[in-house]
């Protein structure tokens, strides 16, 4: 009989705490895209110069000035917001602005070492390497021409797989 409570008490919890997660998100606009995120995020907006960016520096530059030059271009970067506190960072990617062929050449020029574990239900999940502040990354790519896919993705990275994928899959392209 015990046994018979605990699992009923075990099951109910586990439902608490589904009900719980989904009703804590919320659609937030950023932009180019829309994403259902935690009701408690706080994100901070940054500019993420790609790895790899050479910086030219002229005579009588420095290299703060030519690290802005690149940063003012929006062909050179692409836009992150993160909340350190909730283990979430949500990153938009144009492929054709940023230079990358698609989701594959982007996720390995950005995060060097990265292996896709797999593609479920639109998403590609991904687990990023042990230097990353994140353990993984979820990318859902925009709707592209007849079979192609698309020119811009949203990476999703945290460490709960779980709601990356949940966050990833809401992600609505304007």
Known sequence: MNKKI???????IMFGMLAVSAATLEEEDFGNFTLEVPANADFTKQTVIPAGTVFHISSGSSLSSSINEVASDPKKTHTMWEDESIDLCIEHVIFSEDNYTDYEDAMD?????S??????????????????????????????????SGDEMVIVRGNDLDELKEIAATAKFK
Do not use: H, R, W
């Open 115 to 148: 292996s896709k574990i797999k593609e479920e239900n639109g998403l590609y999940i991904y687990e990023l390497p042990s230097s990353n502040t994140y353990d993984y990354a979820v990318c859902k790519v925009s709707e592209g021409f007849l079979f192609t």
């Open 6 to 12: 605990f699992a009923i008490a075990i099951i109910t």
């Open 109 to 113: 020029k950005l995060f060097n070492g």
